[in-house]
């Protein structure tokens, strides 16, 4: 994965800049096509743990459209593990570009109706073989936290004053929170509509030192909920691409840049001289659920 890794800059951002803030963002986007973004930093203390443990199989929870999943099968296949994938809902009838990578990878697919998904203790008593290790839906965890905060260390990341991230399960925020110096601020932009546990699933993956550390989730850019990509925000992708050249996927990263730019320009939010860091985290696939031609990337 070095190799990867040395793809990642940070790019300056001179369409977010006012005279009182300046923005750039850092690329884990261009990390990998499949592991973009934030999924492999998490995935990488599981692995090594799983390796340690003398497991053969890692097995895994996620949706239809969950980066995790294609993330996780080819992590596993690339340090010689197998893998198996409990998907939410019934096997779909058409294609689904996430599920196919994850497949082509050598993940063994097992669909779970949304009931019992709910219930993941009971498949992983149930279905839990030896030599299998298990990791939470979006790598949620201590673990995943601690990967994610290696997400800091890829480049020098000192001179920001405030870090940016999207948040599904938290485990990113909460790594990013982990790392931060002091005088850096995290801030959280919740990608799912009204999740207000979010802030106590965060805390619950930092000890207390890192627990006092500043940082802030805001709940307000969720545009209707998961995956919800109304015209505003399509468009919205489409001037970041013209303005950056940097693209964006619909459920997280457009939602980051949305917020921090209205944040910016419209709420005063960012003290004068602050200089921001977005995290962009990656998940591109997901933009595959648009119909073709939507996005001019
Ligand atoms: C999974 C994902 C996130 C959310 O990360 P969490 O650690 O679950 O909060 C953010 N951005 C992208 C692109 C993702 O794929």
Not at 219 to 241: S, T, V
Request: aromatic fraction near 10%.
């Amino acid at each position: 994965m070095q190799d990867f890794i040395q793809k990642i800059i940070i790019q300056h951002l001179p369409h977010f800049s006012s005279e009182n803030v300046e923005a750039a963002v850092l690329r884990l986007d261009l990390l990998h096509p499949v592991v973009s973004g934030n999924k492999w930093f998490k995935l990488q203390y599981y692995l090594a743990d799983a390796l340690a443990d003398g497991s053969h199989t890692i097995a895994t929870f996620g949706g239809a459209y969950s980066n995790h999943i294609a993330a996780t099968a080819f992590a596993a296949r690339q340090i010689g593990l197998k893998s198996i994938g409990y998907i939410r809902g019934e096997m779909p009838a058409g294609f689904m570009p996430i599920l196919s990578t994850a497949q082509e990878y050598g993940m063994e697919l097992r669909f779970v109706d949304r009931s019992r998904y709910r219930d993941k203790e009971t498949i992983m008593e149930e279905e839990s073989q030896p030599g299998w290790y298990w990791i939470m839906e979006g790598g949620y965890g201590k673990k995943g936290a601690e990967g994610a905060a290696t997400i800091l260390e890829v480049v020098d990341t000192c001179v920001y004053t405030h870090i940016c991230c999207a948040v599904g399960t938290g485990t990113m925020m909460a790594g990013l929170i982990k790392r931060a110096l002091p005088g850096q601020q995290v801030t959280g932009i919740s990608v799912l509509k009204n999740n207000f546990v979010l802030e106590k699933e965060v805390r619950a993956l930092l000890n207390d030192t890192e627990a006092g550390k500043p940082f802030s989730l805001l709940h307000d850019y969720h545009f209707g909920g998961y995956a919800k990509h109304p015209p505003l925000l399509i468009e919205y992708m489409k001037e970041i691409w013209f303005n950056h050249a940097v693209p964006t996927d619909i459920v997280y990263t457009a939602r980051l840049f949305f917020a921090v730019q209205d944040l910016i320009n419209n709420k005063d939010h960012f003290p004068k001289g602050s200089r921001l860091l977005l995290i962009h985290s990656g998940g591109l696939q997901g933009n595959h659920s648009l119909p073709l031609g939507t996005l001019p990337f």
